[in-house]
């Protein structure tokens, strides 16, 4: 992560990746668009409502139910609304033909959240500008992970201005970005350093934030070891074991 530029966001390079863990985002018609959640979210930023919005540029959006179903907890660096952002997306991509094409869907991605393009792609990629230049790294050998949350949350606009008020020096970006480097580690609550090391300590061969936290992961070589890590870490907070999975699955839609 570089320094804030003259537009106030900060340059990044990072390594994005999708995991089995995730919301579930149901549409159907109805006479008037309303947009719920399960369970009801408090947050600030409804992304899917802003999507809807912001397609309406493109076409006519028709009036629809939609139900987000939440499995990604909020506050925690996993992409939870910015994944919903980018499936409202495809869903009305589909609805919209080339009224609402890839490019169009990219342009109004970039202007949810930067990172909501990758959501688009899917899989394993580079992200860099911002975080919304995207490039594809292909799905790569399955990797198991433990994601660790805990009890306290974190916002990123919260962390990034942490990190600029601290007097940290932001470093460029690791000629190897696997190297689990990663900046907001160095204002992240103690609770969630507490879980990188945890999981180190649990068979973890390497252990990071999610984003800008307060989750964490850990990568194990096999299904048993990250289940182990996962009963043994539980008393911190939640736990999850999730596969890493590739871009045609993590894009997955269905009609019915």
């Not at 090391?197 to 299904?223: K, V």
Request: charge should be negative; hydrophobic fraction near 40%.
């Amino acid at each position: 992560m570089g320094q804030a530029d003259e537009s106030g966001y900060h340059p990044i390079e990072t390594v994005m990746q999708t995991v089995g863990l995730y919301d579930t985002i149901v549409v159907e018609p109805d006479d008037i668009t309303t947009v719920t959640y399960d369970p009801p979210y408090a947050g600030p930023g409804d992304t899917v409502r802003t999507a809807l919005s912001l397609a309406e540029e493109c076409f006519e959006v028709p009036p629809m139910r939609v139900r987000v179903e939440k499995a990604i907890p909020t506050r925690s660096g996993l992409g939870g609304g910015s994944s919903d952002a980018a499936g409202a997306l495809r869903i009305l991509g589909l609805l919209a033909g080339d009224r609402l094409g890839p490019v169009e869907r990219l342009e109004i991605a970039a202007r949810i959240g930067m990172d909501v393009p990758f959501f688009l792609y899917g899989g394993r990629a580079h992200c860099h500008g911002y975080g919304q230049r995207v490039e594809p790294e292909g799905d790569g050998e399955k990797t198991v992970y433990v994601l660790a949350k805990p009890s306290v949350g974190v916002a990123s606009g919260a962390a990034y201005a942490q990190l600029d008020e601290s007097s940290l020096r932001l470093r460029g970006a690791p000629s190897d970005l696997r190297s689990m480097s990663n900046e907001f580690v160095n204002v992240a609550p103690a609770e969630s350093r507490e879980l990188i090391q945890a999981l180190l300590e649990a068979g973890a061969s390497q252990a990071s934030l999610t984003g800008s936290g307060s989750a964490c992961f850990g990568t194990f070589d096999d299904e048993r070891a990250a289940n182990r890590a996962a009963e043994a870490l539980s008393p911190l907070g939640r736990t999850w074991v999730v596969p890493s999975i590739g871009a045609q699955e993590s894009l997955w839609t269905s009609f019915s």
